[in-house]
T-cell receptor
């Protein structure tokens, strides 16, 4: 069975600071990796995904994530956060059967 | 394109009562998922449908939870009888065949008192 660990439960940053949210997973097979975001009052939506190929993937709103297979990691990054990035971020690992396992999320608060 | 629809948005019941949640996925999305999200945790998969067949229900507490997707479109999740620990947000998501990214509905927030 797969599992996902998100290291930071709550991150507080000032605007323009750089962001890195950690995500580690365990699974013995081929994985598909995702970051989802939930903005206040909105539902979960896809931020970016990795299936294969270039391990550095870019998503919406300037976010990117790097898949490091040897470390079983898929960390999310953004060079300069904005107040509007305040949200909860979930890392998820999916199997080729379509089943996804989610981490417990990281709440990001960006101070203006 | 219309998103995933869920109803009701909020429900408060007493323990031992029954409750049902409804989900209508995005048109053409053959795969439908029900998740339970307890406060402070990530979504936990309860059941996955492919059209009207069950793909994975290994984490569904079958003594009290049931789900159906009779015509391969909309789906209903039922809890009977509810327990206090069932208080959570119940999320429905859907995806296209062969695609793995999921589209989520707004969820139903259930409070069991």
């Amino acid at each position: 069975a797969q599992s996902v660990s998100q290291h930071n439960h709550h991150v507080i940053l000032s605007e323009a600071a750089s962001l890195e949210l950690g995500c580690n997973y365990s699974y013995g097979g081929t994985v598909n990796l995702f970051w989802y975001v939930q903005y206040p009052g909105q539902h979960l939506q896809l931020l970016l995904k990795y299936f294969s190929g270039d391990p550095l993937v870019k998503g919406i709103k300037g976010f990117e994530a790097e898949f490091i297979k040897s470390k079983f990691s898929f960390n999310l990054r953004k060079p300069s956060v904005q107040w509007s990035d305040t949200a909860e971020y979930f890392c998820a690992v999916g199997t080729n059967a379509g089943k996804s396992t989610f981490g417990d999320g990281t709440t990001l608060t960006v101070k203006p | 394109e219309a998103g995933v629809a869920q109803s009701p948005r909020y429900k408060i019941i007493e323990k031992r009562q029954s409750v049902a949640f409804w989900c209508n996925p995005i048109s053409g999305h053959a795969t439908l998922y029900w998740y339970q999200q307890i406060l402070g945790q990530g979504p936990k998969l309860l059941i996955q449908f492919q059209n009207n067949g069950v793909v994975d229900d290994s984490q569904l507490p079958k003594d009290r939870f049931s789900a159906e997707r009779l015509k391969g479109v909309d789906s209903t999740l039922k809890i009977q009888p509810a327990k206090l620990e069932d208080s959570a947000v119940y999320l429905c998501a859907s995806s296209l065949p062969g695609h793995y990214e999921q589209y989520f509905g707004p969820g139903t927030r259930l409070t069991v008192t």
